[in-house]
Every structure is written in structure tokens, then in C-alpha cells.
């Protein structure tokens, strides 16, 4: 009997003993490969909001990617609550890059000081567009600079008093004057719209 309480005893120990160097090991993995990224459930955006941003993103053929990116300066964090390609080879890698409904976590501030820049004029309300293998999109799916040439930015909301996230879209091809004027119109009237749901 005392024998074979001791077997059992061992075999749990073994089992807890495995578990816990499983765990360890996928920890271990998780730091090392994603550094200081992290996952989480993503937040969604209410079906109505998503319908005014798709529906007025197709107005604009030069646009073929949107993303809006919820921030928490607390946390020093950055997620994106919504996101949709019109372009079917984009809306793929994007796919493949988040096969589940887990998002990356990304720092807004970073080493990279070309991007803390862009965030602080962000956070400024400046709108401006810059090329797309600029962005941390393209260095997390590189692969999508073949369909995006040039991304533009403005902050939600798009005006001095809080800063709750960003307002992005992929360009096809490098806009013109006029287009930059479009999108910044079209980003501004989206960011007023998305900025209550964003919280």
C-alpha cells in the first residue's frame, strides 16, 4: 500500500515536474522571439462604426488598407481593435500573420527614433503620410510592401485635448497632391466617428 501511494506520489511529481518545465520553456521562447511585444484579445469596434469606415474607405480607389490602432501611453502600448484590406493579397498576409483573433501588443515608444518621432506628431494631431517600408507594418510583414506604397496617419481624436489611438491607411501607389487632401479629409471624418468607440 505504502509502496503504491509512493509510485503514485512520483508520478505526479514527474507530471508537475514536466508542466512546469513546458511552461518555463514556452516562456522562455515567448521573450526571447517577441521581446517586447505581447498578445491579447482585441478589442472590437461596434458593427456600425465598421460600416461608416468601409463604406467611406471605398470611396477613395488609391486606399486598400485601414487600421485602427487603440494606444495606452500608460502601458506604453499599442493594438489594433480593427482592421481591413480591399486588396485580397494584402487581407492575406495580414491574415497569415494573425491566423487567430490574438493581436501583437507593440510598444509606442521604442529604441527606434524615427518612430517615437512619428508618434509624437501624432500625438501633436499633425496628419502626414510617409512611405510604407518605413512602418512597423512592413516590419512585421514585409511581404506587404508589394501592395502598399505609401501609409498616412492622423490621431483619434483628430484634435488637441486626448490622445486615444491612430487612424492609418495603406496606399496603393504614391498619392498625388490631391489625393493626400482626399485621405487627410477622409481620415479626419473616421477618426471624429471611431473616437467615442475607442476607449
Known sequence: MIKRAYGIACKI????????LLT??????????FKNTSFRVPEQLPPEITHFVDNRMDQIDIVNGIQVVRVDLKRNIRYIVYGRYTD????ELYTTFSK???TIEIPIFTEDEIQNARVIRLMNHEF???PYK????????????????TVCSISIPPAYGEFRGLL????????????????????KALADKIYPAVK
Do not use: Q, W
Open 13 to 20: 511529481f514527474a507530471i508537475i515536474a514536466i508542466v512546469i
Open 24 to 33: 518555463t520553456l514556452i516562456g522562455y521562447t515567448y521573450f526571447r522571439v
Open 88 to 91: 485580397p493579397r494584402l487581407e
Open 100 to 102: 487567430t483573433r490574438i
Open 128 to 130: 502626414f503620410c510617409n
Open 134 to 149: 518605413e512602418t512597423l507594418s512592413y516590419k512585421f510583414v514585409p511581404e506587404s510592401a508589394k501592395y502598399a506604397h
Open 168 to 187: 492609418v491607411v495603406t496606399l496603393s501607389r504614391e498619392p498625388t497632391e490631391l489625393e493626400i487632401d482626399m485621405v487627410r479629409i477622409l481620415l
